[in-house]
């Protein structure tokens, strides 16, 4: 499997991102390029390309029907109840790293690529773009922590459906875009009925910016809110990335890119940047966990002093 880059070059439009998918290198406003060293696996844990939805096989049908659900339960109002009810915070306290051994006792259904604990997930992405950019440790951190709010799936938590937690996330209140994967079972969503919600625009104005953009719930929003809420120092492109790294028609197709506005733009870029991590990552290659710890706790000190609210 081609691993491209799909990156713009600084200066082109996000509108013209798709069509720029020969683009090796991306140069960054911080002055640097996107290296094109990282050695990315071309086959999965389960022998096949990454991201295939369409291979024949039981792990495929498993993830079909995933996206079957998902597609027809989130819906506007439910993402509202959710945002209402994880806004709270008021599920457990505990530090960064307890999260992520907590993580160990998940399972993914919707992705077909991973096989492994969480945990060797969160470390395999940090640890590679530790290796590509030593000095971007806030980048490190948000590697570690973007898949955290899969907790939402465990008992204390809510113990939510896996359709409510992972899978690629999607706007609604505007129409579903063509480029959403397994889009025919939008059909059967309810707010496919609501004409309010079937243009492109929807229920928002063209550049209203993604926050004002209501997104499907999971682990995406709500790792975004504990780690606002906690008061986190990590940069706005570090929040954007743990907030929209499933939002794959954004990010991979450039659908839904006239709801963004110039900051989601720049952070886009950083998204991109970490994205290649998030799904090369994934192999049979495990990270030494005692090895790295104390690099990372260190990192968790810097950027979330205190124990967080979850
Ligand atoms: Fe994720
Ligand atoms: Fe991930």
Request: aromatic share 12%; charged share 30%.
């Amino acid at each position: 499997m081609t691993i491209l880059i799909n990156q713009p070059e600084l200066g082109i439009r996000v509108e013209d991102q798709k069509h720029q998918h020969d683009v090796k290198e991306l140069v960054l406003d911080g002055g640097f390029q996107v290296p094109d060293r990282f050695d990315a696996p071309e086959i999965n844990s389960f022998g096949k390309s990454f991201r295939d939805y369409h291979a024949e096989s039981e792990r495929q049908k498993t993830v079909e029907e995933f996206y079957r659900q998902q597609h027809i339960n989130q819906t506007y109002d439910f993402v509202k109840k959710m945002r209402e009810e994880y806004s709270k915070l008021d599920k457990a306290v505990m530090s960064i790293w307890e999260c992520c051994e907590l993580l160990n006792e998940v399972v993914d259904d919707s992705d077909p690529d991973l096989d492994e604990p969480q945990i060797q997930h969160l470390l395999q992405s940090a640890e590679a773009i530790r290796k590509d950019y030593p000095d971007e440790d806030w980048l490190h951190l948000t590697a570690l922590i973007h898949d955290l709010g899969k907790v939402l799936l465990l008992p204390k938590f809510g113990e939510l459906p896996q359709w409510a937690v992972v899978g690629d996330t999607f706007p609604l209140g505007c129409a579903f875009d063509e480029s959403n994967v397994h889009h025919k079972y939008f059909k059967e969503n309810p707010d496919a009925k609501n004409p309010a919600y079937g243009t492109k625009n929807g229920i928002y104005k063209e550049g209203c910016g993604l926050d004002n953009v209501m997104i499907s719930w999971g682990h995406d929003d709500y790792m975004y809110l504990v780690a606002k809420e906690n008061g986190t120092t990590l940069p706005p492109a570090a929040l954007f990335i743990v907030r929209y790294h499933s939002f794959y028609p954004l990010h991979k197709a450039g659908a839904y890119t006239h709801l963004m506005n110039k900051g989601d733009e720049e952070n886009l870029k950083w998204l991109h940047v970490f994205n290649k991590y998030d799904l090369y990552s994934k192999s049979k290659v495990l990270v030494d966990v005692d090895a790295v710890k104390p690099y990372y706790q260190s990192l968790i000190e810097k950027y979330f002093p205190a124990k967080l609210r979850w």
